[in-house]
Protein backbone atom coordinates (compact mmCIF):
# COMPACT_ATOMS: atom_id res chain seq x y z
CA UNK A 1 0.00 0.00 0.00
CA UNK A 2 2.93 2.12 0.74
CA UNK A 3 4.18 2.11 -3.14
CA UNK A 4 0.86 2.77 -4.28
CA UNK A 5 0.91 5.64 -1.37
CA UNK A 6 3.88 7.16 -2.45
CA UNK A 7 3.33 6.76 -6.67
CA UNK A 8 -0.72 8.61 -6.27
CA UNK A 9 0.66 11.42 -4.57
CA UNK A 10 3.49 11.81 -6.95
CA UNK A 11 1.10 11.93 -9.32
CA UNK A 12 -0.35 14.60 -8.06
CA UNK A 13 2.35 17.05 -7.84
CA UNK A 14 4.42 15.68 -11.19
CA UNK A 15 2.05 17.92 -13.74
CA UNK A 16 -0.13 21.47 -12.33
CA UNK A 17 -3.18 19.68 -11.01
CA UNK A 18 -2.04 18.95 -7.06
CA UNK A 19 -0.87 23.17 -7.05
CA UNK A 20 -3.48 24.40 -8.84
CA UNK A 21 -6.24 22.78 -6.67
CA UNK A 22 -4.70 23.29 -3.79
CA UNK A 23 -4.15 26.85 -4.87
CA UNK A 24 -8.04 26.95 -5.78
CA UNK A 25 -8.98 26.33 -2.43
CA UNK A 26 -6.49 28.47 -0.53
CA UNK A 27 -7.64 31.78 -2.52
CA UNK A 28 -11.76 31.11 -1.86
CA UNK A 29 -11.21 30.34 1.76
CA UNK A 30 -8.65 33.22 1.86
CA UNK A 31 -11.29 35.92 0.00
CA UNK A 32 -13.62 34.62 2.57
CA UNK A 33 -11.34 34.83 5.34
CA UNK A 34 -10.27 38.30 4.40
CA UNK A 35 -13.38 39.63 3.47
CA UNK A 36 -15.56 38.03 6.55
CA UNK A 37 -13.09 37.54 9.48
CA UNK A 38 -10.27 40.30 8.94
CA UNK A 39 -13.04 42.82 7.76
CA UNK A 40 -15.46 42.14 10.25
CA UNK A 41 -13.39 41.19 12.72
CA UNK A 42 -15.36 37.88 13.54
CA UNK A 43 -13.60 35.51 15.08
CA UNK A 44 -15.84 32.53 14.25
CA UNK A 45 -13.94 30.31 10.84
CA UNK A 46 -16.32 27.81 11.07
CA UNK A 47 -19.12 29.66 10.33
CA UNK A 48 -18.13 32.58 8.30
CA UNK A 49 -15.81 30.61 6.08
CA UNK A 50 -15.91 27.01 6.16
CA UNK A 51 -19.54 26.92 5.98
CA UNK A 52 -20.09 29.36 2.92
CA UNK A 53 -17.35 27.73 1.20
CA UNK A 54 -18.34 23.93 1.49
CA UNK A 55 -19.66 24.76 -2.22
CA UNK A 56 -15.97 24.57 -3.55
CA UNK A 57 -15.65 21.20 -2.51
CA UNK A 58 -18.41 20.67 -5.47
CA UNK A 59 -15.42 20.98 -7.80
CA UNK A 60 -12.35 19.98 -5.65
CA UNK A 61 -13.12 16.34 -4.61
CA UNK A 62 -14.38 15.40 -7.65
CA UNK A 63 -11.32 16.93 -10.11
CA UNK A 64 -9.00 15.62 -7.24
CA UNK A 65 -10.83 11.92 -7.10
CA UNK A 66 -11.24 12.05 -11.52
CA UNK A 67 -8.06 10.12 -12.29
CA UNK A 68 -7.85 7.84 -9.12
CA UNK A 69 -9.01 4.80 -10.71
CA UNK A 70 -10.63 5.89 -14.05
CA UNK A 71 -6.31 6.79 -15.34
CA UNK A 72 -5.75 3.38 -14.75
CA UNK A 73 -7.68 1.80 -17.11
CA UNK A 74 -7.65 4.22 -19.96
CA UNK A 75 -4.00 3.62 -19.75
CA UNK A 76 -4.45 0.39 -19.62
CA UNK A 77 -2.10 -0.34 -16.83
CA UNK A 78 -4.89 -1.53 -14.06
CA UNK A 79 -4.14 -5.36 -15.00
CA UNK A 80 -0.57 -4.70 -14.20
CA UNK A 81 -1.56 -2.83 -10.72
CA UNK A 82 -3.75 -5.49 -10.36
CA UNK A 83 -1.45 -8.44 -10.68
CA UNK A 84 1.20 -6.85 -8.92
CA UNK A 85 1.69 -7.83 -4.81
CA UNK A 86 -0.47 -5.73 -3.40
CA UNK A 87 -4.07 -5.98 -2.18
CA UNK A 88 -7.23 -4.59 -3.80
CA UNK A 89 -7.40 -3.36 -0.33
CA UNK A 90 -3.88 -1.75 -0.13
CA UNK A 91 -4.74 -0.36 -3.94
CA UNK A 92 -8.01 1.71 -2.86
CA UNK A 93 -6.43 2.22 0.32
CA UNK A 94 -3.21 3.81 -0.70
CA UNK A 95 -4.91 6.25 -3.63
CA UNK A 96 -7.45 7.41 -1.12
CA UNK A 97 -4.88 8.45 1.64
CA UNK A 98 -2.27 9.46 -0.91
CA UNK A 99 -5.80 12.70 -2.36
CA UNK A 100 -6.25 12.89 1.57
CA UNK A 101 -2.80 13.93 2.16
CA UNK A 102 -3.15 16.43 -0.62
CA UNK A 103 -6.73 17.89 0.66
CA UNK A 104 -4.92 18.22 3.94
CA UNK A 105 -2.39 20.49 2.87
CA UNK A 106 -4.64 24.03 2.08
CA UNK A 107 -6.49 22.51 5.50
CA UNK A 108 -2.95 22.89 7.36
CA UNK A 109 -3.14 26.96 6.07
CA UNK A 110 -6.46 26.83 7.28
CA UNK A 111 -4.76 26.42 10.64
CA UNK A 112 -2.80 28.96 9.95
CA UNK A 113 -5.29 31.42 9.72
CA UNK A 114 -7.47 30.42 12.77
CA UNK A 115 -4.05 31.32 14.60
CA UNK A 116 -3.97 34.53 13.10
CA UNK A 117 -6.84 35.12 14.39
CA UNK A 118 -6.02 34.04 17.73
CA UNK A 119 -3.29 36.29 18.00
CA UNK A 120 -5.53 39.01 16.82
CA UNK A 121 -7.42 38.56 20.03
CA UNK A 122 -10.04 35.69 19.07
CA UNK A 123 -10.96 33.90 22.37
CA UNK A 124 -9.38 30.32 23.31
CA UNK A 125 -13.26 28.90 22.87
CA UNK A 126 -13.58 30.33 19.99
CA UNK A 127 -10.05 29.59 18.53
CA UNK A 128 -10.84 25.55 19.52
CA UNK A 129 -14.48 25.94 18.33
CA UNK A 130 -12.93 26.75 14.68
CA UNK A 131 -10.13 24.23 14.62
CA UNK A 132 -13.26 21.40 15.78
CA UNK A 133 -15.40 22.92 12.93
CA UNK A 134 -11.80 22.54 10.23
CA UNK A 135 -11.31 18.90 11.65
CA UNK A 136 -15.38 18.20 10.79
CA UNK A 137 -14.82 19.91 7.22
CA UNK A 138 -11.39 17.75 6.86
CA UNK A 139 -13.51 14.34 7.82
CA UNK A 140 -16.49 15.92 4.92
CA UNK A 141 -13.69 16.33 2.54
CA UNK A 142 -12.35 12.52 3.03
CA UNK A 143 -15.72 11.02 3.03
CA UNK A 144 -16.54 12.88 -0.27
CA UNK A 145 -12.98 11.75 -1.76
CA UNK A 146 -14.06 8.04 -0.92
CA UNK A 147 -17.45 8.66 -2.68
CA UNK A 148 -15.33 10.32 -5.72
CA UNK A 149 -13.43 7.21 -5.90
CA UNK A 150 -16.06 4.94 -6.01
CA UNK A 151 -17.23 6.99 -8.99
CA UNK A 152 -13.79 6.89 -10.47
CA UNK A 153 -13.53 2.98 -10.86
CA UNK A 154 -16.75 2.77 -12.84
CA UNK A 155 -15.82 4.20 -15.77
CA UNK A 156 -11.92 4.94 -17.77
CA UNK A 157 -13.11 8.20 -18.56
CA UNK A 158 -11.39 10.86 -16.13
CA UNK A 159 -13.73 13.51 -17.29
CA UNK A 160 -16.75 11.40 -17.09
CA UNK A 161 -15.72 10.85 -13.09
CA UNK A 162 -15.53 14.10 -12.51
CA UNK A 163 -18.88 14.94 -14.00
CA UNK A 164 -20.50 11.98 -12.00
CA UNK A 165 -18.93 12.87 -9.11
CA UNK A 166 -19.81 16.25 -9.09
CA UNK A 167 -23.30 15.25 -10.02
CA UNK A 168 -23.57 13.01 -7.19
CA UNK A 169 -21.98 15.92 -4.24
CA UNK A 170 -24.20 18.53 -5.57
CA UNK A 171 -27.49 16.36 -4.90
CA UNK A 172 -26.10 15.49 -1.54
CA UNK A 173 -25.54 19.37 -0.94
CA UNK A 174 -29.11 20.03 -2.15
CA UNK A 175 -30.55 16.89 -0.63
CA UNK A 176 -32.23 19.17 2.56
CA UNK A 177 -34.15 21.40 -0.31
CA UNK A 178 -35.57 19.27 -2.21
CA UNK A 179 -36.44 17.01 1.01
CA UNK A 180 -38.13 20.42 1.81
CA UNK A 181 -40.20 20.71 -1.33
CA UNK A 182 -42.40 17.14 -0.81
CA UNK A 183 -44.53 16.18 2.05
CA UNK A 184 -43.47 13.10 2.87
CA UNK A 185 -46.37 10.86 2.25
CA UNK A 186 -46.36 6.80 2.15
CA UNK A 187 -46.53 7.01 -1.65
CA UNK A 188 -44.07 9.41 -2.27
CA UNK A 189 -42.05 6.77 0.32
CA UNK A 190 -43.00 3.79 -2.38
CA UNK A 191 -41.95 5.56 -5.68
CA UNK A 192 -39.11 6.66 -4.23
CA UNK A 193 -37.87 3.34 -3.20
CA UNK A 194 -39.32 1.73 -6.39
CA UNK A 195 -36.59 4.37 -7.58
CA UNK A 196 -33.74 3.28 -5.93
CA UNK A 197 -34.93 -1.07 -6.26
CA UNK A 198 -34.44 0.01 -10.21
CA UNK A 199 -30.75 1.32 -9.61
CA UNK A 200 -30.54 -1.52 -7.30
CA UNK A 201 -31.78 -3.99 -9.71
CA UNK A 202 -29.47 -2.99 -12.73
CA UNK A 203 -26.27 -3.15 -10.41
CA UNK A 204 -27.06 -6.55 -9.42
CA UNK A 205 -27.68 -7.30 -13.28
CA UNK A 206 -24.72 -5.99 -14.22
CA UNK A 207 -22.79 -7.55 -11.47
CA UNK A 208 -24.33 -10.86 -11.94
CA UNK A 209 -23.92 -10.78 -15.93
CA UNK A 210 -27.48 -11.89 -16.02
CA UNK A 211 -30.86 -9.78 -16.87
CA UNK A 212 -33.08 -12.60 -15.13
CA UNK A 213 -30.88 -11.83 -11.71
CA UNK A 214 -31.74 -8.12 -11.99
CA UNK A 215 -35.43 -8.87 -12.89
CA UNK A 216 -35.91 -11.04 -10.08
CA UNK A 217 -34.08 -8.60 -7.51
CA UNK A 218 -36.63 -5.96 -9.02
CA UNK A 219 -39.83 -8.19 -8.82
CA UNK A 220 -39.04 -9.36 -5.70
CA UNK A 221 -38.34 -6.35 -4.00
CA UNK A 222 -41.58 -4.68 -5.67
CA UNK A 223 -43.38 -7.18 -3.63
CA UNK A 224 -41.91 -6.43 -0.42
CA UNK A 225 -42.24 -2.67 -1.63
CA UNK A 226 -46.35 -3.25 -1.91
CA UNK A 227 -47.05 -5.27 1.04
CA UNK A 228 -45.47 -2.82 3.51
CA UNK A 229 -47.35 -0.26 1.17
CA UNK A 230 -50.83 -1.51 2.22
CA UNK A 231 -49.98 -2.73 5.47
CA UNK A 232 -47.53 -0.13 7.14
CA UNK A 233 -47.64 2.78 4.93
CA UNK A 234 -46.00 4.46 7.77
CA UNK A 235 -42.72 2.35 7.52
CA UNK A 236 -42.81 3.97 4.27
CA UNK A 237 -42.76 7.29 5.67
CA UNK A 238 -40.00 6.93 8.63
CA UNK A 239 -37.93 5.29 6.10
CA UNK A 240 -38.05 8.17 3.21
CA UNK A 241 -37.14 10.71 5.90
CA UNK A 242 -34.40 8.73 7.42
CA UNK A 243 -33.14 7.72 3.55
CA UNK A 244 -33.16 11.36 2.76
CA UNK A 245 -31.21 12.61 5.71
CA UNK A 246 -28.67 10.30 5.39
CA UNK A 247 -28.09 11.30 1.50
CA UNK A 248 -27.71 15.45 2.97
CA UNK A 249 -23.44 14.65 3.17
CA UNK A 250 -23.01 18.18 4.30
CA UNK A 251 -25.86 18.34 6.33
CA UNK A 252 -23.94 16.95 9.44
CA UNK A 253 -21.48 19.58 8.92
CA UNK A 254 -23.98 22.20 10.80
CA UNK A 255 -23.92 19.75 14.59
CA UNK A 256 -19.99 21.57 14.90
CA UNK A 257 -21.33 25.42 14.03
CA UNK A 258 -22.16 27.89 16.78
CA UNK A 259 -19.75 26.26 19.29
CA UNK A 260 -20.54 22.64 19.47
CA UNK A 261 -18.71 19.51 18.51
CA UNK A 262 -20.69 15.73 17.35
CA UNK A 263 -18.57 12.79 17.28
CA UNK A 264 -22.24 11.11 15.23
CA UNK A 265 -21.04 13.28 12.75
CA UNK A 266 -17.76 13.15 12.50
CA UNK A 267 -18.85 8.86 12.73
CA UNK A 268 -21.63 9.42 9.79
CA UNK A 269 -18.81 10.84 7.56
CA UNK A 270 -16.13 8.39 8.57
CA UNK A 271 -18.86 5.33 8.01
CA UNK A 272 -19.76 7.29 5.02
CA UNK A 273 -16.06 6.78 3.33
CA UNK A 274 -15.55 3.30 4.45
CA UNK A 275 -18.51 2.41 2.97
CA UNK A 276 -17.41 3.63 -0.65
CA UNK A 277 -13.90 2.38 0.13
CA UNK A 278 -15.72 -0.83 0.49
CA UNK A 279 -17.64 -0.31 -2.58
CA UNK A 280 -14.68 0.23 -4.62
CA UNK A 281 -12.64 -2.44 -3.29
CA UNK A 282 -15.33 -5.04 -4.64
CA UNK A 283 -16.20 -3.04 -7.76
CA UNK A 284 -11.85 -3.41 -8.21
CA UNK A 285 -12.10 -7.31 -7.20
CA UNK A 286 -14.85 -8.23 -9.26
CA UNK A 287 -12.42 -6.73 -12.60
CA UNK A 288 -9.56 -8.29 -10.92
CA UNK A 289 -11.11 -12.01 -11.37
CA UNK A 290 -13.00 -10.95 -14.90
Keep these: MLAIFK ?3 KSCFSGMLG ?9 VIGIYFVAQNLGYGVP ?9 TMFVLLIYVPVLAMR ?23 IVLGKFFAMCVVFLLPCLV ?10 AGASAAATVCSLSCLLCYYVLGCAGIAVCEFISGLTENALLAAVGGFVVLLLAYLMPGIESLYSTGSLLGLIFFVILLVAAAVVAGLFARSLAWGCGVFCGGCAV ?6 LRGSWLTAAFSWVMDQ ?14 FSIPALVYYISVAALFLFCSCQALEKRRWN
Design 225 to 230: LVLLFW
Design 44 to 52: DFGYYTLYR
Design 68 to 90: SLAEERHSRTEQLLLSSPVSVAG
Design 19 to 27: YLLTAFMVL
Design 247 to 260: LSLFTPFEDFINQS
Design 110 to 119: YVLMILALWA
Design 7 to 9: REL
